[in-house]
């Protein structure tokens, strides 16, 4: 099986490791007084319960990596030869391999398999590792009982063991509701020389299939020279059985044995040209089942005789992952509380397995109000085993790392092997299943007030998601409560809602809503507008600074509180455009927010220089050696022009000034041990020194960081003397 080991877990985790301890003051990554932007007014500290947007951007993309990291989309299977059963999972174990004939078994409760129902396995079969010592136990013990779990295969291994030991002998199903421990029951289905087949027996604690039942049949088919294979899952219940192990063969394995069938002589190079297409790259990440990987087969052979679209291919995996979740809610056999876990780690994925239980309990309590209203709701203390459950999901349990206020943690975390799942599981269960709506809404309203980040944020991302499949109800009765709080913390799980909801292909409804909140909402729709500005403003650059603009005008024609409140919520998402991804393109757009209004190029300024320290994180954890401004620095055009224009600006402002010049000698100091700053400040300097005032201020700097670096270790600072060579050479040009 492969496991989620190349899942990127840094940041899936939790302020609070395993959900348990309580959490320090959230203080984001940054130490107070590290940089100067981190000095606010005495208004703005009225939202810290809130993180500020930079903060705010850097943990969603670290706490919600699942979000970046989306499988397969599309929900359509158009082929009648390769939907509904045919990806249903053990049901029907023989169409896993994708023929016609395969398909007649699967509802006869006994009875001989048809020859060619034998033979279009065996064209495709292929061994799992440990079917030898599976094909050596039956020839030696002649029954044998084969575990695996559920979509594995399992049956469909039966068979051919069976071929395999009986050679032209016949293959036998036998009833599943045989009592093995009447023999009168077995009268007139066992048979001389011949394979025998039974899946999945009903067993339970009172009835399990016992090993002296076993030995019992083992002496009778000895004595006819018949074989007997049984089939079980996890839960089947065993006494004194020592089965042998079935785990699926790999799903590329499945797909070429497959294509060599179906395209024939032309199977050599079209079916590895097939596996190396994108579409079959991306199936096969989500972890397939050997039913899904034989319909995905089907398709990919259709495709390469051109009666299939490449889109096809793309929906195929959505569509499979969605049957299944329909199966485990549409399951009586699955218990409440099983399918609220299911939701909660849907909600959870890649988070540690108390906290994805924890909320499932909530969710269970929630559930189980509705079904049963004004009882009181009992919960189990101890629920069903991890290993179960998993197994039921689908999902792993691996090692990985939290982001946490202690630092980065090792933890062990659990989540679907199909990184798509959580989100199919989500939009299918909102969408067919309406009745949970409003216990959701509840549970998901709990997670808001959460003070563990990753616990607000995951429920944001569960809004966002929802509003994609369904955004005038989400956004009706979600994200905009959230929105018109009056807590900034609420107000910021909006924002992440929306950003959520962009990030899964909502872009239009979303644009419209910023736009409409900007420009028309109350201060804390407009608020939210600017938050979520923070986190999508890279994709849409001039609609979000005109929004800006437009918030920072309405911000004057309130009260004094509020106005100051919007403003800074103005300069911090400004500050976070500057220091992210799209910094370029910023600042080179800023040009405008220089005239008319002074006030707004002082909040660009206070901007910018709250972003100059800012080291752009890749989406795998890693940080850029150079603040992003610096780096862009060096790139030139207009972006250099506009990024030493700002500076400027800033060194002329006395508000900002002292502040600058901070900063500036923060960054003298750094590069006497890092080159590539040093090469950054050496094209930068000259380029702020544009008078004879502005050259002598960065001088007078220059050698007032040289004498205290000197003062405090007694040791020169030869940087210095380097960068002020450097200023002289654009004082004398």
């Not at 009778?220 to 089965?243: K, N, Q």
């Not at 799209?582 to 709250?610: I, T």
């Not at 401004?629 to 030493?644: H, L, S, T």
């Amino acid at each position: 099986m492969t496991e989620r080991n190349e899942r990127t877990p840094a940041g899936g985790g939790a302020e609070e490791p395993g959900g348990g301890a309580s959490a320090p003051e959230e203080t984001g990554t940054r130490k107070a007084g590290e940089e100067t932007g981190e000095r606010q007014t005495g208004a703005a500290r009225g939202e810290e319960d809130a993180p500020d947007a930079w903060e705010a951007s850097e943990q969603l993309r670290s706490l919600a990596r699942h979000l970046f990291a989306r499988g397969g989309s599309g929900n359509v299977l158009r082929d009648p030869d390769v939907r509904g059963d045919v990806v249903g999972g053990d049901k029907y174990d023989l169409h896993l391999y994708g023929h016609a004939a395969a398909r007649t078994a699967a509802g006869r409760a006994s009875g001989p398999l048809p020859a060619e129902e034998i033979a279009a396995v065996e064209r495709v079969f292929v061994a799992g590792r440990r079917y030898d010592e599976a094909y050596d136990r039956l020839r030696a013990q002649r029954v044998l009982v084969l575990r695996g779990q559920r979509g594995t295969g399992r049956r469909t291994a039966g068979v051919r063991l069976l071929r395999q030991v009986v050679g032209d002998g016949r293959v036998i199903a036998l009833d599943p509701g045989t009592d093995l421990a009447e023999p009168a029951e077995l009268d007139g289905q066992l048979e001389p020389g011949c394979g025998h087949l039974l899946a999945d027996p009903v067993t339970s604690g009172e009835s399990p299939l016992r090993a002296v039942r076993l030995h019992a049949l083992r002496e009778r088919l000895a004595g006819s020279g018949g074989f007997l294979v049984i089939t079980a899952d996890p839960e089947t219940v065993l006494e004194g059985v020592d089965p042998a192990r079935w785990e699926a063969p790999e799903a590329d394995r499945i797909i070429r044995a497959h294509l060599r069938v179906l395209l024939g002589e032309d199977a050599g190079g079209t079916g590895e040209d097939l596996l190396h297409r994108p579409e079959t790259k991306a199936f096969l990440g989500r972890c397939p089942t050997p039913a899904e990987a034989a319909g995905f087969a089907r398709l990919l052979a259709e495709h390469a005789r051109g009666r299939v679209a490449a889109g096809e291919l793309e929906e195929y995996g959505r569509a499979a992952a969605e049957q299944r979740v329909d199966a485990w809610f549409a399951d009586p056999g699955l218990k409440l509380r099983e399918k609220a876990f299911l939701i909660s780690l849907a909600v959870f994925d890649a988070a540690p397995y108390p906290l994805v239980a924890e909320f499932a309990d909530l969710l269970f309590r929630e559930l189980r109000r509705l079904e049963t209203p004004g009882r009181d709701v009992a919960l189990p203390v101890f629920a069903t085993p991890l290993e179960a459950r998993l197994r039921t999901a689908r999902a792993v349990e691996y090692d990985g790392a939290l982001e946490t206020p202690w630092g980065t943690l090792p933890q062990r975390l659990v989540a679907f092997r199909d990184s798509g799942l959580w989100e199919v599981l989500l939009g299918r269960v909102w969408m067919t299943h309406p009745t949970v709506r409003e216990p959701a809404l509840a549970w998901l309203a709990r997670l808001g007030t959460d003070p563990r980040a990753m616990v607000r944020i995951r429920a944001a991302v569960c809004a966002g998601t929802l509003a994609c499949h369904d955004f005038a109800f989400a956004a009706d009765r979600l994200i905009a409560p959230w929105a018109a709080s009056p807590r900034p913390r609420e107000r910021q799980l909006a924002a992440w809602a929306l950003a959520a909801a962009h990030q899964a292909g909502r872009e239009t409804p979303v644009r419209r809503l910023l736009r409409s909140w900007s420009r028309g909402g109350d201060e804390g729709r407009r608020w939210t507008a600017v938050r979520a500005y923070a986190l999508l403003g890279d994709a849409m650059v001039p609609t979000a600074l005109a929004d800006l603009a437009a918030v920072a005008a309405t911000a004057a024609g309130t009260d004094a509180a509020a106005g100051s409140r919007l403003r800074q919520a103005v300069v911090q998402t400004l500050e976070t455009l500057i220091g992210g991804p799209a910094g370029p393109e910023v600042l080179a757009r800023l040009d405008r927010w220089r005239e008319p209004d002074r006030w707004l190029r002082h909040l660009a300024a206070d901007a910018f220089l709250r972003a100059a320290a800012h080291h752009h994180t890749a989406p795998d954890g890693t940080r850029a050696p150079l603040p992003s401004p610096v780096r862009w620095a060096r790139e030139g055009g207009a972006a250099w022009e506009r990024y030493v224009e700002l500076w400027r600006q800033v060194l002329g402002d006395p508000a900002l000034r002292r502040d600058g010049l901070e900063r500036i000698g923060a960054w003298v100091r750094a590069a006497g041990h890092d080159a590539e700053l040093e090469d950054a400040l050496a094209g930068l300097l000259p380029g702020m020194a544009a008078t004879g005032n502005e050259t002598d201020r960065l001088d007078h700097l220059l050698r007032k960081v040289q004498g205290r670096h000197l003062r405090e270790t007694g040791e020169p600072l030869p940087v210095a003397g380097r960068l002020s060579g450097a200023l002289g050479g654009s004082r004398a040009r």
